[in-house]
């Protein structure tokens, strides 16, 4: 749960800077900071793939997982439900709901949430949570400072779904052993590298469809390892 922990505090330190800061952030040290997020992203892809024994099998997964995210269209249905808590969650104020909710869907409706708490929850380094972090902790200084404190309290929904998601994970590890773990980390890898490119505005990559591949990976390495 650290990497959870660490994420809450950075989006409320983010948050309360933000506050103090008012609007006085020029849009060009968001756009640079981003970019450095995002060559950091890439570099922590490249570090997860060299985990793999056998580069065929995260290659194999990858594929093989995205053909199933895109039959079972999982990104538009993360849209659907960014979309549903935006219609469902009324708040007194209306500044104070759009950032909220703004807000949580940013930290938690996302591939990189789902693979730090994995990550994290399997006993590994949160490194993927810490970077996430920052990025989250910059996003909290822009959000509350454009729409205030609503932003601060998505800390919630956030340790409720990570906090789930890496219990959740702890719990299957020890079904897992460390080489199938492995291969589950250089897949998360290659998705990392589509995360990087989302960041660095190359191109659009569906990462969430990519997201049935943590389930092929275990599987084939089961056989070719």
Request: hydrophobic residues 55%; contains cysteine.
């Amino acid at each position: 749960m650290t990497g959870t922990i660490v994420n809450m505090a950075a989006v409320a330190v983010g948050g309360c800077a933000g506050l103090l800061m008012g609007k006085r952030l020029p849009q060009r040290f968001t756009d640079i900071f981003f970019q450095c997020m995002g060559l950091v992203t890439l570099a922590l892809g490249v570090n997860m793939i060299l985990e793999s024994a056998n580069l065929m099998i995260a290659v194999a997964s990858i594929v093989l997982g995205a053909v199933a995210g895109e039959l079972l269209n999982i990104e538009r249905g993360l849209d659907r439900l960014a979309g549903r808590l935006r219609s469902v969650m009324r708040f007194r104020s209306e500044r104070f709901n759009e950032g909220f909710v703004t807000a949580t869907i940013l930290y938690c409706v996302g591939s990189m949430a789902i693979l730090g708490a994995i990550e994290d929850g399997t006993g590994h380094f949160p490194r993927l949570l810490f970077t996430k972090s920052i990025m989250d902790g910059m996003t909290s200084v822009i959000l509350c400072a454009a729409l205030g404190a609503g932003a601060i309290f998505s800390i919630l929904p956030l340790a409720l779904y990570q906090g789930s998601l890496t219990l959740f994970a702890g719990a299957i590890q020890r079904y897992l052993p460390e080489p199938l773990m492995n291969e589950m980390t250089a897949v998360g890898g290659l998705m990392m590298l589509g995360i990087g490119v989302n960041l660095l505005q190359l191109r659009k990559v569906s990462v969430a469809n990519m997201l049935p591949a943590l389930l092929f990976a275990p599987a084939i390495a089961y056989f070719f390892l």
